[in-house]
């Protein structure tokens, strides 16, 4: 059985009147995707996802429209070949959904990365270890220091987390998944949990062959790295315009475009496309939370990178707010309206940090602001949003339906 689930007007009222309590968030309109029944046994598929193509056993990254773009004005780099086996991406898609992987069998990684939420939650800072529900009804639990970036792309990404502790997927699956805040769990954990479940133990060995018949917290880590790098957003109506669709912007968009990458408002000086990120750490000045976050200094000890962050891309940016780092910003008006303030200078930014020289006042007219708000907007494109698993082998609550974790203690 196969069906669409798009959330609907009861869990908005939910949403709503959950942030009612704390204060007035708008949430972006919710992403739809489909809900799955797994096969029997859970057999993986070797159908790659959409927005993949086969090649050779093979799943590649569809460009319908990126590599063309160079020829159309020399607009970006080339994107090097990704290949990917289809039956680790299913694999990685079943263990990405499923709880088990927590120490408390409570929380899986599309708690915080949500398909409703365009994969990130909807949350100013996510809340890990202890919570109750997914997305931004999630609540109780430990407040972490920062809001879960959405994981479009991550594959194109250099350095992953906000500073860039990370370069690659692999190494920073460990994050989430042995962090005491987060899922608190253990290589020790996982492997004995997964060892001993039979249809994760002959989905290892339909994926990995010979290799799969132990399963090791490393093969787990290649799998959820292999789902992650499936999650590609490359055919958004920016892309179709900049390929020769030219019908596919209209002139308010266009406009926003060109205020977007004028030298007044300088986004594409950070924010490049194809990927609108340069991949490089600035300090723009978004104020924190409570605590101060000195971002990239923690990691070089360099005081002039005293709260830079990466430059984050803007695919799919029209459905992930809450924004920033501390995602403190709530629209996109928000962010705009900081930046053109003069970002942290003009926002009351602690002054030992050393904003970026592309960020000053920038006195942007309404019609301006809200033409970059129509541009950002053609920058979606959630064809390859992931399948959500009905079930998932460990048999555990998925993050789905509010009601299951009404009842959460009853599960064992
Ligand atoms: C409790 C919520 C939560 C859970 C559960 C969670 N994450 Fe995250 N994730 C976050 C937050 C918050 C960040 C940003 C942390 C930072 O930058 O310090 C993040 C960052 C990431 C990043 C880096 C993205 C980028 O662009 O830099 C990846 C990839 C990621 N998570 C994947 C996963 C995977 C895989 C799992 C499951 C094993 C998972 N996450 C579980 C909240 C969560
Ligand atoms: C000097 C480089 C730089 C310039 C110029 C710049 N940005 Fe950014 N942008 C960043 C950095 C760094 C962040 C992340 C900062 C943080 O989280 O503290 C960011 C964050 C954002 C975000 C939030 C992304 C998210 O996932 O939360 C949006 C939206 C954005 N920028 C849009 C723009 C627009 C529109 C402009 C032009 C008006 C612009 N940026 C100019 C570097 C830049």
Not at 50 to 79: H, M, W
Not at 108 to 130: E, F, M, N, V, W
Not at 274 to 291: C, H, Q, R, W, Y
């Amino acid at each position: 059985m196969k069906y669409w689930f798009v959330f609907g007007f009861i869990t908005s009222v939910l949403i709503l009147y959950d942030c009612s309590k704390a204060e007035t968030r708008i949430i972006p309109e919710l992403s739809k995707f489909e809900v799955v029944e797994p096969p029997l046994d859970f057999h993986l598929s070797t159908v790659c996802p959409s927005g993949l193509k086969l090649e050779k056993g093979f799943c590649a990254i569809d460009y319908r429209y990126v590599p063309s773009l160079e020829k159309n004005g020399g607009l970006g780099q080339t994107l090097p070949l990704v290949k990917l086996d289809p039956k680790v991406i299913d694999l990685g898609r079943y263990l990405f959904f499923d709880p088990i992987l927590s120490g408390d069998k409570q929380l899986s990684c599309a708690h915080c990365h949500h398909p409703a939420y365009s994969l990130s939650d909807g949350q100013k800072q996510s809340i890990g270890r202890g919570g109750i529900g997914y997305g931004p009804m999630r609540k109780n639990g430990v407040i972490l220091k920062r809001s879960a970036p959405s994981l479009w792309n991550v594959v194109y990404m250099k350095n992953l987390f906000w500073e860039g502790r990370a370069s690659h997927l692999e190494d920073q699956a460990e994050g989430p998944l042995y962090s005491p805040d987060e899922m608190g769990s253990s290589p020790e954990i996982i492997e004995s949990r997964l060892n001993e479940n039979s249809d994760y133990k002959k989905m290892f060995r339909q994926a990995y062959g010979e290799k799969g018949s132990k399963i090791s917290a490393s093969l787990v880590i290649d799998a959820l790295s292999t789902f992650e790098r499936s999650l590609v957003s490359f055919s958004s109506r920016f892309d179709k315009w900049s390929t020769g669709d030219k019908e596919a912007l209209n002139t308010e968009e266009l406009l926003g475009y060109n205020v977007f990458r004028s030298f007044v408002a300088r986004c594409a000086e950070c924010h490049p496309p194809p990927m609108f990120t340069n991949n490089v750490f600035a300090t723009i000045g978004v104020l924190d939370s409570k605590e101060r976050d000195f971002g990239r200094e923690t990691i070089t000890g360099q005081d002039l990178l005293r709260g830079a962050f990466r430059v984050p891309s803007l695919r799919n940016i029209a459905k992930t707010a809450p924004y920033m780092h501390a995602g403190n910003l709530n629209t996109l008006e928000e962010v705009i309206r900081f930046y053109n303030e003069g970002g942290g200078r003009g926002n009351g930014a602690p002054s030992d940090l050393r904003i970026h020289w592309h960020v000053r006042k920038m006195g942007l007219s309404k019609k301006e602001i809200s033409s970059i708000i129509s541009f950002l907007n053609t920058l979606t494109d959630e064809t390859s949003m992931p399948k959500f698993p009905k079930s998932v082998p460990s048999g555990l609550p998925v993050a789905l339906e509010f009601e299951s974790f009404q009842n959460r203690s009853s599960i064992k």
